[in-house]
């Protein structure tokens, strides 16, 4: 009984062990299958476009990236950016499902104080929050360049195709800011000797062009019969602009004009060609009678206009700031010659009104006109456009219009003035003497001066020259040069100061003082010791020791024991011949 009771015992306990031996290897399974599970439910990788990129001193480059989630399991992601430059990034994205993308951007801004061709790399780092340990970077690139605008041509045509030589045409051109700052004051102007601008004096100007504009301008041409048999023509255009700080910028371009060119081996009959009679008044030279134009100034603008059409001009009105455009009838606007719409905010007529009568201006003639303007005080310096338009009547009596611009510079040059701060009295020859120069600031706005320098003619200068630097209105610099004259007499100062203008030029102001210089006196010659007053006053003779025995003796009688006066010592006597010296009589007792 009890052998059989043991067997079943081990039996059971048999079967215990291999049921619990069978349950921890399936919870080790299962522990696997997790942890397999885990790791393939989750993934990441993040693309991007560019990863690098050059921007402007001062902006903001932009980046694209791509997150894709390469996971079984939908998941978030967080989002970090290390890098020197301040960089805007999201803080996470997410949910994104399997398989699917995520875009989103990285901004990296350039700081003002970047040096130019300075480089930044900021790393973007996405995490998967469902398993840290997936996740994915990528690093940009970002370069700093200095930021200046450049305007080009990007594109130009012309209206009629190929021109026959002696045909009017209009040239249109687009302009496009590629750089990356914007342009300001453009000025193109034309160049050629195979066609004529119309319309304007061969100028147009532009205030403004932002940084990735464009804008597009039109100019109507007319094309030399000089060009007969040529296939090609070139006209020549500069544009000149600015930047944000003023520097000045210059592009050349070369516009090739297509022409017609006649077909030899034709035997059509030679056409008889048609002649269109018209006038065309264009301004071929202007001038001012004041150089430079200051805000305020009165000045004469001499013009000289050229008739270079096929008919004369009749009752010629120049209109000064432009004028309506007649109709296509070539009709102007009723009321005959309207003057009240020009432009005349910065210059504007004095003496007479904007409208200037001319006369007649037959064919190839040259008409000189003289109008008196003024500079409006508030206008500051810079490159003004200045619209003039002509008015006038062909031989049939239509009326037609010219329009034409020209460019007028105004400055704001330094008011200064140059005085001394105290009367510097009269200087003598041959003396080092003091001059208490002052430059005052006499203007309505802050200059900016350059070194002063002061010279003279017949005399040696000392600390002469001194740096101003800004001068607030009102405000004054002293400089107290050494002169040593030469020459007697009045002695004019020449004080110049030098300074940069408005365009970047240098200049000099130049003002003229004038000090008294006087010989420097000699003595005289009475008190000379010598004949003529060659000789020099004589000093006393010592004292011998006989000679205090003498007088000490002398006293004793009562004959007086004083020293003997100097001039009873030797002197030259006058008359009593070169070489001879004269002893003094003894004192009288």
């Not at 993040?46 to 399991?73: C, F």
């Not at 077909?263 to 048609?274: H, I, K, L, Q």
């Not at 009723?334 to 200037?356: C, E, M, T, Y």
């Not at 010989?519 to 000379?528: C, F, I, T, W």
Request: hydrophobic letters at 40%.
């Amino acid at each position: 009984m009890k052998k059989r009771f043991s067997h079943l015992t081990l039996i059971i306990l048999i079967t215990l062990f291999f049921l619990l031996a069978n349950q921890v290897t399936a919870a080790q399974a299962v522990h696997i299958g997790s942890q397999k599970s885990l790791a393939s439910d989750y993934g990441v990788t993040l693309q991007t476009g560019a990863t690098a990129k050059t921007g402007a001193i001062g902006t903001t480059v932009s980046y694209t990236l791509t997150l894709k989630n390469t996971g079984i399991a939908s998941d978030t992601f967080q989002l970090s950016c290390a890098g020197t430059w301040i960089t805007a990034c999201q803080v996470d994205i997410g949910p994104v499902q399997p398989g699917e993308t995520s875009k989103f951007p990285v901004k990296v801004s350039i700081p003002a104080t970047a040096a130019n061709g300075s480089i930044d790399t900021t790393t973007v780092t996405v995490t998967s929050t469902g398993d840290p340990s997936a996740s994915a970077s990528v690093s940009l690139t970002t370069t700093a360049a200095f930021a200046r605008p450049l305007v080009m041509v990007s594109s130009y045509y012309v209206n009629e195709g190929n021109i026959t030589p002696g045909q009017d045409f209009t040239l249109t051109l687009t302009l496009e800011n590629v750089g990356n700052s914007p342009a300001g004051n453009l000025v193109l102007s034309f160049t050629s000797t195979d066609f004529f601008p119309r319309e304007t004096g061969g100028v147009m100007a532009i205030p403004s062009l932002n940084a990735g504009g464009s804008v597009t301008i039109s100019q109507q041409m007319a094309s030399s019969y000089a060009l007969s048999g040529y296939s090609i023509g070139t006209l020549a255009g500069t544009l000149n602009y600015t930047d944000v700080l003023g520097t000045a910028y210059t592009e050349a371009f070369t516009f090739t004009i297509n022409l017609k060119t006649p077909d030899y081996n034709s035997v059509n009959p030679t056409a008889t060609p048609t002649t269109t009679l018209r006038p065309q008044l264009v301004v071929g030279r202007y001038a001012s009678s004041v150089d430079p134009l200051q805000p305020g100034s009165q000045f004469n603008l001499n013009l000289s206009i050229h008739n270079l059409g096929t008919a004369d001009a009749r009752a010629v009105t120049m209109v000064i700031g432009g004028t309506v455009l007649p109709d296509a009838a070539g009709t102007p606007s009723p009321g005959g010659i309207s003057g009240a719409g020009s432009d005349l905010v910065n210059f504007a007529p004095i003496g007479s009104s904007n409208l200037v009568y001319i006369g007649d201006i037959n064919t190839a003639a040259v008409q000189d006109v003289t109008s008196q303007l003024i500079v409006n005080v508030t206008t500051q310096p810079g490159a003004y456009p200045l619209k003039l338009s002509f008015v006038y009547t062909d031989s049939k009596g239509n009326r037609i219009v010219d329009d034409q611009v020209i460019t007028l510079l105004v400055y704001s040059l330094p008011q200064v003035e140059v005085s001394f701060y105290r009367d510097p009295g009269i200087l003598y020859t041959g003396q080092p003497n003091m001059l208490p120069l002052q430059v005052t600031n006499l203007g309505k706005k802050t200059a900016v001066l350059g070194n002063m320098k002061v010279t003279a003619q017949n005399a040696e200068m000392t600390n002469n020259i001194s740096l101003v630097g800004t001068l607030d209105i009102g405000g004054y610099y002293t400089l107290d040069a050494q002169m040593m004259p030469m020459q007697a007499g009045t002695v004019p100062l020449e004080v110049t100061i030098n300074y940069t203008d408005d365009f970047n030029q240098p200049r000099e102001i130049t003002q003229t003082l004038e000090v008294q210089v006087e010989e420097m006196p000699m003595p005289d010659p009475g008190s000379m010791g010598g004949p003529d007053g060659e000789g020099m006053v004589p000093e006393p003779v010592a004292e011998t020791f006989f000679q205090k025995v003498l007088r000490f003796f002398k006293g004793l009688l009562g004959l007086g024991s004083e020293k003997p006066n100097p001039t009873e010592y030797p002197v030259y006597q006058e008359g009593a011949g070169e070489g001879v010296i004269i002893e003094p009589a003894a004192p009288a007792p």
